[in-house]
């Protein structure tokens, strides 16, 4: 099982980027597939999971990316997405993905089939 996380880069504040994870070896559309980042001496930080239940998208975000950032999945394509808009300096970090294994959705242990992280910043 792989995840490869694409699409990081170098972004003037204000500017955008669309992360993606690409999976292989299994489908995950019925699990909840998260995003989390870390900055450089920082813990990692959840900031956004979905999951298709019943057929529609259950989307969960950490507080400080609410409103800005947008976690949507493909299928068909086993691949998870995350545009991020309005960027900020303080969203500079490694973003990784991952697949939920169970329990808190939030909680970055509850996450296992971590991809290699795709480096994102913002330039003031």
């Known amino acids: 099982v792989q995840l490869q996380a694409s699409g990081g880069g170098l972004v003037q504040a204000g500017g955008s980027l669309k992360l993606s994870c690409a999976t292989s070896?299994?489908?995950?559309?019925?699990?909840?597939m998260g995003w989390f980042r870390q900055a450089s001496g920082k813990e990692r930080e959840f900031v956004a999971a979905?999951?298709?239940?019943?057929?529609?998208?259950?989307?969960r975000y950490g507080d400080s990316v609410k409103g800005r950032f947008t976690i949507s999945r493909d299928n068909a394509k086993n691949t998870v997405y995350l545009q991020m808009n309005s960027l900020k300096p303080e969203d500079t970090a490694v973003y990784y993905c991952?697949?939920?294994?169970?329990?808190?959705?939030?909680?970055?242990?509850?996450?296992?089939?971590w991809g290699q992280g795709t480096q994102v910043t913002v330039s003031s």
């Open positions: 979905i999951a298709t239940i019943r057929g529609s998208s259950v989307t």
């Open positions: 070896g299994r489908t995950f559309s019925s699990t909840y």
């Open positions: 991952a697949a939920h294994i169970g329990g808190v959705v939030s909680d970055q242990r509850s996450y296992d089939y």
